[in-house]
């Protein structure tokens, strides 16, 4: 997942917790894992990640690196609707709290964040 910014932008830190959703695999052993990078993740814990920039073609530029997340749960919904190759798809609410790190951006056309700090609060439908 790559989070796409229209002109280079500075990291922002965040000045209260924002709410954010993932979507995850449900593993046959009931393990939760990231789709594109295959990551384990657990309810409850909190998660950090490099946060880098990257140029591409100078008009673009793309964050690869961050954990990512989507504004809304049915950006995350709409997303997953589209691809069958992640199996059993859950979704997870989640919170880029304060005094973390972040690019806001988008991905296939819906407002994405990427930050430094990402808490897994609980599973939703």
Known sequence: MCLTLKEKSRKVT?????????FLTELPDGNLQTPYKDFNVEIGNTYTSLLLLESYHFVLYICDYGLHSYSKLEDAKDHTAIHDLFGKVVFAKCIIPKGAK????????????????????????
């Open 14 to 22: 965040a000045k209260k917790d924002i709410v954010v959703y993932k």
């Open 102 to 125: 972040y690019y806001k951006g988008t991905f296939n056309g819906s407002v994405n964040y990427a930050s430094d700090e990402l808490i897994y609060v609980e599973l939703v439908k």
